[in-house]
């Protein structure tokens, strides 16, 4: 795994069991990806296959409507699906985002969570794999549906 991916895995299984911790690794998390930062996200839970990340509905990331604006919520979705795989891939591997594919289902308001649930791959043969991320409101209601495609493959020797 290369050191960012790996340092990221790392800081959040040091940190998510502290107190406060969560918040500690949500800042490092902005300081290691600045444009990811720029949404201020809360990543709630992250391990293999698996991650939840919220943002709050706060001025800096609404558009002229008064809800969450697109980019932010694409922002979202990548960061979901990054981190359930990054819980995940095998010494030696390395990923790219290749492409995501958003629909907006309802303007979404109020704080948005993330969801990304996805088998992570055991190999290192090349390949892209779609991952799914579905984004609700403080309802419940699926205000978005992303699919961000990850090429993985090994770190050069």
Not at 1 to 27: C, E, H, I, Q, Y
Not at 73 to 101: D, H, K, Y
Request: glycine share 8%; with cysteine.
């Amino acid at each position: 795994m290369t050191p960012s991916l790996d340092l990221m895995r790392k800081a959040w299984n040091r940190l998510s069991v502290l107190p406060g911790g969560k918040r500690v690794f949500d800042k490092l998390l902005g300081r290691m990806v600045p444009y990811t930062g720029s949404i201020d996200p809360h990543v709630e839970e992250m391990r293999a296959g698996y991650s939840r990340v919220s943002l709050e509905d706060r001025r800096a990331v609404r558009n002229h409507l008064r809800s969450v604006h697109a980019i932010a919520l694409v922002n979202l979705a990548e960061l979901a699906a990054n981190l359930a795989l990054i819980g995940g891939l095998p010494p030696g591997a390395r990923m790219i985002i290749t492409g995501i594919s958003i629909d907006y289902l309802k303007k979404a308001r109020g704080r948005i969570t993330a969801e990304c649930q996805v088998d992570v791959p055991k190999t290192l043969e090349r390949h892209e794999y779609p991952i799914p991320v579905s984004l609700r409101d403080p309802k419940g209601v699926e205000v978005a549906r992303a699919t961000v495609r990850s090429l993985i493959d090994a770190v050069p020797a």
